[in-house]
């Protein structure tokens, strides 16, 4: 039994079949990546792990526990952190502070703005943060406001909100989609010290084959809603039938 274990989910879009029977087994501790030519149904798979799309049929079950019908917060409380495809973080606010919402939004279930003053002043959580912030190698940038970062830094920055709360499973959403070489490169570095560095499990959803293969020890195929291969990745490079669903790209 895997860490998430998705079974014959379904979901259409008027006359749109978007997914159709999608089973997925993510172990733990493991890096999966889901790839598949545009209009496959990667990102709507991913809306139905978050609670954000409800499937017409079938089952999503992350550590032995029904997804579905719980609301995004509830999902992301049961250990389901996402990073999406442009990061998400609030261009006004300071890195540290940035960092500083999650740490509270899981301890006391809510944040409001006007707490900052008092959350500066609770060691523990602001200690929290800059250890955070010092696993992405951020620390030195603390104090600058997050909307002058680099667009790899505010990668950065969002996979520190979403780890700080410690998830069993991080989604990512083509993370490194209109990243330069060198910052894709970055990216990649991050996510392998921090696979290194704690129990986590990762899935991905990525385009760049180069990402898909440096990072991925297991790989399924989705073309037109379906799954149509899941293999290691030594399998998935040159299998005749990943060559024919990407043909016409
Ligand atoms: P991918 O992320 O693999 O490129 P998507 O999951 O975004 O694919 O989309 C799968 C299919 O479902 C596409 O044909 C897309 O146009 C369609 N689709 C996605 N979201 C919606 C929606 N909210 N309403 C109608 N059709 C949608
Ligand atoms: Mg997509």
Redesign the pocket.
Known sequence: MGLLEVKNVNKR??G?Q?LGDVNLSVAENTVHAII??????????L?VLVGKLIPDTGSVIFDGQSVLGRKPHEINQMGISRVFQTPEIFGDLTVLENVLIPCFARRDGSFKLHAFETVMHEREIVDMAEQMLTDVHMIEKRNLQASTLSRGDKRRLEMAMCLVQQPKLLLLDEPTAGMARADTNNTIDLLKEIKATRPITMAI?EHDMHVVFSLAERITV?AQ?TPLVEDAPENIKGHPKVQEAYLGQ
Not at 36 to 45: C, E, I, M, V, Y
């Open positions: 879009f008027g749109l978007a598949g030519p545009n209009g496959a149904g990667k990102s709507t798979l809306n959803i989705l809603g």
